[in-house]
């Protein structure tokens, strides 16, 4: 490869110049700092610079525009044990300066507005913004959250050449019938094609298990990988790059995404972990002001084509606005969120309005208000809409305390439309608990119990990687087990097989897990509440994550409290972290140890601490193991559900190779089943499914029977 076009790393007084007139500047030191020259010819070296962009994940992060929401400078400063004292003007609070040092004269120095944050010191005459202030009192350390490229797990170079990638769009035109199809099946023309850098390229593996073992002459393993023809749809990101002849910045491709031609479900990314790039990017000039951000691919391309608004979607695969990219939507002052028009889009639209500044987005609603309206952008042409009239109709976020009529009936019939978006998402490994809590959803608390040993982590661990499959951004905090082991079960659980009999399959594998949403806490034993929540707080703003594990509150919160009781302890934590889960619209799921006592079957009454925590639960599973003649018998007994009541119970069975567990279709021991029901017929007399006890309704009630 020939030196001379090699895109070099961020330098000199031009870049940060041309940096500055692009507003990057924030991301601009990381930059610098991440110049590693002495990389040589390696494949991270020569691929594009925007990669040292997402170094660093601290409240430096936060766009300019950042505004908090009501009531989060309070929240913040309590939970730093900043107690404010009030002034004259509610809007202001009097708090220390940490930077002065403390003196008399000095104490609560610092002015801070409650409202956006701003603050000022009458001592040292420091002032600033809500994200300064907040990087003042938070230690880095804080934000300990990692993901599993960042655990060695992964390949954190390109699969392909990124020479090679950049000629991917040249092949589109020899492939005519892909053209047609975008033509014939979304109304995309050519030209819009070729405007996104649309391409073509074979790539390997991208359907789990496609590739074929084989032992070749010298009786080793081989593997001979499956090619597919996929489209490729590009990331753009600007890359400076002084050999060329005129100095410019120029965009240049920072990943690929790739979907198999034959069927678009089947997605890869190059390279697989995050690189800050968005699919569009080149086609907003330096002076352009305004942007479109959509969900997919697809609304792009047709926004750009009838809008000619630049227009970007979303980086990743499902709802994330990956803080690495926020640097390169700083220069826009006006931002246009298309997404769905239904519950999980307008939620997430509203999410990544605050995000990004409330003051600078405007969130499209394809409907407009008519009921039958189209969903998306690709369906609005499809129905032949005007879209720069829907475009048009944009509305700017509302305050959130401020509700008139008008937005609660457009929430409200989405949510009537959509019931199964309101239920939450479905487990596609254990259907049976779909069946009996209808989903999982967001602002819920689920505590998870079971005796020592038994499996929780385990359950857990594939729970949370289904629904993570699913598009669930997920963050673990396990203050038991190490991450690494954490994540080497659930790689297991992700192929569904013991890789250490298969080695030869890891890299493949550990390429798909690193491309899921899936991040950890990196703190271990006892960790301080507010610690966890400053990081969970920061993991949601970073990574958009809708589900948060821990595992387990014991650990968390042992060697804590020495003085106080245990019990009041364990108390608050339940309280600190149901509070956080309505506030924050996220799922927490927090396994709770049982009691030490000698019951067979586990009860509420058997969760270990007071009944404050059944209570604060918005669903209690309690896993059940029963000892039989055979072996032992578990079941995933559902105690409490506040979504609809049903309660239920599911036999389960362990599958050794790849540590998962599957519901039991032919109940193995009748009479343990029978024993288990006979006991619990308040929560279940009924078998309707085979594998799933479920409570009937009261008039039900009345004729149960067990059905075996
Ligand atoms: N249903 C099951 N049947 C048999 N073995 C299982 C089952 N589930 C998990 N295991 C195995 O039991 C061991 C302990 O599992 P796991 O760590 O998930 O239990 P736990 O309940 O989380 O433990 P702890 O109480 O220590 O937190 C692991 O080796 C796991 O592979």
């Not at 040249?170 to 094609?193: A, C, M, P, S, Y």
């Not at 120029?250 to 890869?268: L, M």
Request: glycine share 6%; with cysteine.
């Amino acid at each position: 490869m020939s030196s001379t076009n090699i895109a070099r790393p961020f330098s000199g007084s031009r870049l940060l110049l041309k940096l500055q007139r692009l507003h990057l500047l924030s991301g601009a030191s990381s930059l610098i700092r991440g110049f590693r020259p002495s990389l040589g010819d390696s494949l991270f070296a020569r691929g594009f610079t925007f990669r040292y962009l997402h170094k660093i994940s601290s409240p430096n992060d936060y766009t300019k525009y950042y505004i908090p929401k009501p009531g989060e400078v309070l929240d913040f400063l309590n939970r730093h044990y900043q107690f404010p004292r009030k002034t004259n003007n509610v809007k202001v609070l009097k708090i220390k300066c940490p930077k002065c040092r403390p003196r008399k004269s000095n104490f609560f120095s610092i002015e801070i507005n409650v409202n956006d944050g701003t603050y000022r010191c009458n001592e040292c005459m420091t002032k600033g913004t809500w994200k300064d202030y907040m990087q003042l009192i938070t230690k880095t350390s804080t934000f300990q959250v990692i993901n599993s490229a960042q655990m060695g797990i992964g390949c954190p170079s390109y699969l392909s050449n990124p020479e090679e990638i950049e000629q991917y769009s040249n092949e589109l035109q020899n492939h005519l019938k892909i053209v047609e199809r975008f033509e014939n099946d979304h109304g995309i023309n050519l030209t819009t094609l070729l405007a996104y850098k649309i391409g073509i390229a074979n790539y390997y593996n991208i359907k789990p298990k496609s590739s074929i073992n084989f032992i070749d002459q010298e009786t080793e393993i081989s593997r001979q990988d499956a090619k597919e023809l996929c489209i490729t749809f590009p990331r753009m990101a600007p890359c400076f790059d002084d050999q060329g002849q005129d100095n410019a910045l120029r965009n240049k491709v920072a990943r690929i995404k790739a979907c198999s031609v034959e069927d678009n479900e089947f997605v890869t990314f190059d390279p697989p972990s995050f690189h800050s790039g968005l699919f569009g990017y080149h086609l907003a000039p330096l002076e352009c002001e305004t942007i479109i951000l959509t969900e997919n691919e697809y609304d792009a391309m047709t926004v750009y084509q009838e809008t000619q608004i630049p227009t970007i979607c979303l980086p990743n695969n499902g709802y994330q606005l990956p803080i690495e990219i926020l640097p390169l939507l700083e220069r826009f002052s006006k931002i246009y969120i298309w997404l769905n028009d239904d519950v999980q889009g307008q939620d997430a639209a509203e999410k990544f309005a605050q995000k990004l500044g409330i003051d600078r987005c405007l969130i499209v609603n394809a409907r407009c208000n008519n009921f039958d309206g189209p969903i998306n952008a690709s369906q609005a042409l499809a129905m032949g809409k005007n879209l720069n009239e829907i475009l048009s109709l944009a509305k700017p976020l509302q305050h959130e305390q401020i509700l008139n009529f008008d937005n609660l009936k457009e929430a409200v019939y989405r949510e009537i439309i959509n019931p199964g978006q309101v239920r939450g998402v479905l487990s596609k490994d254990l259907p049976a608990l779909t069946q009996i809590l209808k989903g999982h959803r967001p602002g819920e608390l689920t505590v998870f119990t079971g005796p020592t040993g038994s499996g929780k982590t385990t359950i857990l661990s594939q729970l949370s990687l289904d629904y993570c499959k699913s598009g669930v951004s997920t963050l673990w905090g396990s203050f038991e087990i190490s991450n690494v082991r954490l994540a080497k079960k659930m790689l297991t659980q992700f192929a569904g097989e013991d890789l250490s009999k298969n080695p030869i399959e890891f890299m493949n594998w550990a390429q798909r897990f690193q491309q899921l949403p899936m991040y950890f806490l990196k703190f271990f034993g006892s960790t301080e509440v507010s610690t966890v929540i400053d990081a969970m707080n920061h993991a949601i703003y970073a990574f958009d994550v809708q589900h948060i594990i821990i595992d387990n509150l014991q650990f968390m919160i042992s060697e804590q409290g020495r003085f106080t009781d245990r019990w009041e302890l364990q108390d608050r934590t339940i309280s600190a972290f149901r509070k956080f889960a309505t506030e924050k619209n996220v799922h927490i799921t927090m396994v709770v140890h049982p009691k030490k006592d000698n019951r067979e079957l586990l009860d509420m009454s058997s969760i270990f601490g007071s009944a404050k925590i059944s209570q604060e639960a918005d669903n209690v599973i309690i896993l059940q193991k029963i000892e039989s003649e055979d072996g032992d018998e578990r079941y995933l007994h559902i105690k409490k559900n506040r979504f609809d009541g049903t309660l239920g119970a599911i036999p389960i069975e362990f599958i050794p190779d790849s540590l998962k567990i599957q519901q039991l279709r032919e109940p193995r021991s009748r009479e343990v089943d029978r024993s288990f029901a006979g006991r619990y017929s308040k929560d279940m007399a009924v078998m309707p499914k085979a594998g799933t006890y479920v409570n009937l309704s009261p008039e039900q009630f009345q004729h149960r029977k067990i059905i075996m």
